[in-house]
């Protein structure tokens, strides 16, 4: 069984959704026999349900943020494995409104295949889906990855955004224009001192000298395609931050939204001086931080790493990111 605490591995994740549902049943619904999770209250002015989903083992993504404001359902896989196309199929007939539904899909082989499946089903049925592709990983923007970016922490940037303009009425095709907007302004980077802990052999998924550093790790444990040496955080932010501020062309004057991501293992003391670190480059530079996350958003099971997250904003985007919003992991 190794270090996770759980009656067996295979039943964690549906053992936790069904607490998770006992603990926020005044927002959320588990449907055990289909799979998803749904909001109880969202907004009645949405002519577009939205929904997410992928593998567990990332929480609280996505169910975290499913509530009124962001998601109408999301999909749970297994741990690191994307939900099936029946789930994401059962989910998006529950929520669909008169305008559709609409896929928010991290850039995944699993994900895409499956959430294209269900896509195929929904047309069947008359129920028009689209969806909008989210690739913010610069670690993985490389012509060896055949997938190209992965999706990481501009995930929830994007479900929150998206959900609030959901909620003003805005039909399918102004929330796909939106949100394909949103993902060319969002950039990702990702780092670790250490990997998870691999539930089905308990021991750690890949092994890094002390001291060490995955530069531009996977949330599902992919090793880097760099390893760099001990280095002060000073040091270890200037480099990511400078990456991607390039990789998003920002300049003096520039706004932005940071996210800075606990992957598991990194206590909130830490992430708050990256924070500090962010912020001090950032100004330095001229750039205007309107608006910081910091804490857990989406996780790599315990993994000890954390990720940083740019998108550049402008007065609509700040507008709909500060539109109220009431689900589990969202405060």
């Known amino acids: 069984m190794g270090p996770y605490f759980a009656n067996g591995i295979d039943d964690l994740v549906g053992e936790a959704l069904a607490g998770f549902a006992k603990a926020h049943g005044g927002i959320v619904d588990w449907d055990a026999s289909d799979g998803f999770v749904r909001a109880l209250h969202p907004a009645p002015t949405r002519r577009v349900g939205l929904v997410s989903g992928g593998g567990s083992g990332h929480e609280p993504l996505h169910a975290g943020y499913v509530g009124a404001g962001m998601l109408d359902a999301a999909c749970p896989g297994r741990i690191f494995a994307s939900p099936h196309n029946r789930q994401i199929f059962a989910a998006s007939r529950a929520v669909a409104r008169e305008d559709g539904v609409l896929h928010l899909v991290k850039n995944y082989t699993g994900d895409k295949i499956n959430f294209g499946i269900a896509a195929e089903r929904l047309a069947r049925e008359g129920i028009p889906c689209e969806r909008v592709l989210i690739d913010d ?16 922490g501009a995930t929830v940037l994007v479900e929150k955004i998206l959900g609030a303009a959901a909620d003003t009425g805005m039909g399918l095709a102004e929330l796909v224009a939106l949100g394909n907007d949103l993902v060319s302004r969002c ?36 090793r880097a395609r760099r390893t760099l040496g001990r280095m002060p ?65 989406v996780t790599a099971l315990d993994m000890r790493g954390f990720s940083l997250t740019l998108l550049a904003a402008d007065d609509p985007t700040l507008k709909l990111f500060d539109a109220p919003a009431a689900t589990p992991a969202w405060t």
């Open 187 to 222: 950039r990702s980077l990702a780092v670790a001192s250490a990997a998870h802990t691999a539930p089905t052999t308990g021991q750690p998924a890949f092994d890094l000298p002390a001291g060490d550093i995955e530069y531009g790790v996977g949330i599902h444990g992919e």
């Open 137 to 152: 990983d610069f670690a993985s923007e490389s012509a060896e990855v055949a997938t190209g970016r992965r999706g990481t």
């Open 233 to 297: 955080l000073h040091e270890l932010v200037a480099e990511m931050t400078g990456t991607l501020a390039r990789a998003l062309s920002l300049a003096s004057g520039s706004r932005v939204v940071v996210l800075v991501n606990g992957l598991g293992a990194v206590t909130r003391l830490e992430l708050y001086a990256v924070l500090n670190e962010v912020t001090a480059l950032l100004d330095r530079d001229g750039t205007v931080i309107e608006r910081s996350l910091v804490g857990d958003f």
